[in-house]
């Protein structure tokens, strides 16, 4: 359990540490919310195929797999990981500048990997830190991290704005400010020294402990990861779908801030949900929604219907990561968390970017249909969670609760 209070040797927390680390996340999360939605928009404007943009998007995936993990290494061994921070945001900020000289799909995918590789490291150490406070001086990391969503939704509706009036070419100067912005913050980020634990990236590196390899574990973090991966199609696809169909840059970015707003209401009921409903329901509730709400998305549903269809967002992402997040406190003692996380992060990153890679294959084949194909994403997900609940161990009949040692 995260303590209560600081052992009295750490001393007073640095100043405004709450305040700064709010910041932190802002800043990345200021070029999340202008990229997720809108680069995709760019790299139509360029005239790449689908399947082209399905590529360009995945590979930095794929890649990010591999580099977060060895920059956590890094600054975990470091004596201040705010340096792998600085690092990341100056360097994501120079290949940024680069990018705008890219027209073509090679120099294009090159840099954009090359920028992926250097900032995959930024939010994980932000996250890092923040949870470094709550352990050490009982900080609250919800209060923390809220306003890094809040800033993505910010950005979202400011994208959507500057979209509908200047077009694609608002993309990379958007991106290349909010880069700035990461470099800023770095600068000003809190110094708290070396962790005294590693951070889930860094657990990677290592193998698993052996209560991480349990089959109904493995079965239900698969499920749920794969259930994660078939927001791909919405991620890469969508902006692009709702442009084509005629929706303003304004209502686009109401539709993606509506699925945010939606996550972070979710997390902001949490605490109440969990006691009132079992981690299964929890987890059986987003999964059997996600198969729903990629069945629906090709229907022609209006502007409101959309927004209504985001907002299940609070379903098929928050309370079922919620849920998944239980069930490994439950399951996994404390000094194995980071490896847990680990594995939590490495599962999603795989499988997003294989079927980031695919959804250009399906929405260049079949359009909007495609989204059929991420149904049956979250339908096996769904299979395997439902395995991990079938063979886990001391299963109850009732309400499929556990009693099961950690």
Same mark, same amino acid.
């Given at each position: ?284 509730? *987003? !999964?059997?929604? +996600?198969?729903?709400? #990629?069945?629906?998305? @090709?229907?022609? &549903? $209006?502007?409101? /219907? ?74 096996? *997900? !769904?299979?395997? +969670?439902?395995?991990? #609940?079938?063979?886990? @161990?001391?299963? &109850? $009949?009732?309400? /499929? ?6």
């Amino acid at each position: 359990m995260i303590p209560a209070s600081a052992p009295p040797l750490l001393g007073p927390p640095p100043r405004h540490f709450a305040l700064r680390i709010a910041l932190l996340f802002c800043a990345p999360l200021i070029v999340n919310g202008f990229a997720m939605p809108y680069f995709p928009v760019w790299l139509s404007s360029l005239s790449m195929s689908d399947f082209e943009i399905g590529v360009v998007l995945a590979v930095p995936l794929f890649i990010r797999v591999i580099t977060a993990p060895l920059a956590g290494v890094l600054a975990d061994r470091l004596g201040e990981r705010t340096i792998v921070l600085i690092w990341s945001g100056c360097l994501s900020l120079a290949l940024a500048f680069v990018l705008f000289l890219a027209k073509d799909f090679w120099p294009v995918l090159v840099i954009y990997a090359l920028q992926s590789a250097a900032y995959s490291p930024y939010v994980p150490i932000v996250e890092a830190l923040a949870l470094s406070g709550v352990r050490r001086w009982g900080f609250d990391y919800a209060l923390m991290r809220v306003w890094g969503s809040i800033a993505f939704i910010g950005a979202t509706m400011l994208g959507g704005w500057m979209i509908g009036l200047i077009g694609g070419a608002m993309v990379l100067p958007a991106m290349a400010a909010g880069f700035g912005l990461t470099v800023l913050m770095a600068c000003a980020a809190p110094r708290i020294g070396r962790p005294r634990r590693p951070s889930p990236i860094t657990a990677i590196t290592e193998a698993p402990p052996q209560s991480l390899r349990q089959p109904d574990l493995q079965l239900l973090l698969i499920g749920v990861t794969l259930v994660n991966s078939s927001h791909a199609m919405l991620f890469a696809f969508s902006a692009i779908y709702w442009q084509q169909i005629g929706y303003s840059g304004t209502q686009i970015g109401a539709l993606w801030s509506a699925g945010v707003a939606a996550e972070v209401l979710m997390f902001f009921f949490a605490k109440a949900i969990v006691r009132r409903f079992s981690v299964w329901t929890m987890i059986f509730s *987003g !999964c059997l929604l +996600a198969v729903v709400r #990629w069945l629906i998305f @090709p229907m022609d &549903l $209006g502007f409101s /219907g959309y927004f209504v269809l985001q907002c299940l967002h609070a379903f098929t992402y928050a309370i079922m990561h919620t849920g998944m997040q239980h069930k490994l406190v439950e399951r996994v003692a404390e000094e194995q968390e980071a490896s847990a996380q680990g594995l939590y992060f490495f599962y999603t990153g795989i499988f997003t970017a294989i079927f980031t890679l695919l959804s250009g294959y399906f929405y260049a084949w079949f359009g909007v249909a495609g989204f059929y194909s991420m149904s049956v994403v979250a339908l096996t *997900g !769904c299979c395997f +969670a439902f395995a991990g #609940w079938y063979l886990q @161990p001391h299963r &109850l $009949g009732s309400g /499929g609760k556990t009693s099961e040692a950690s």
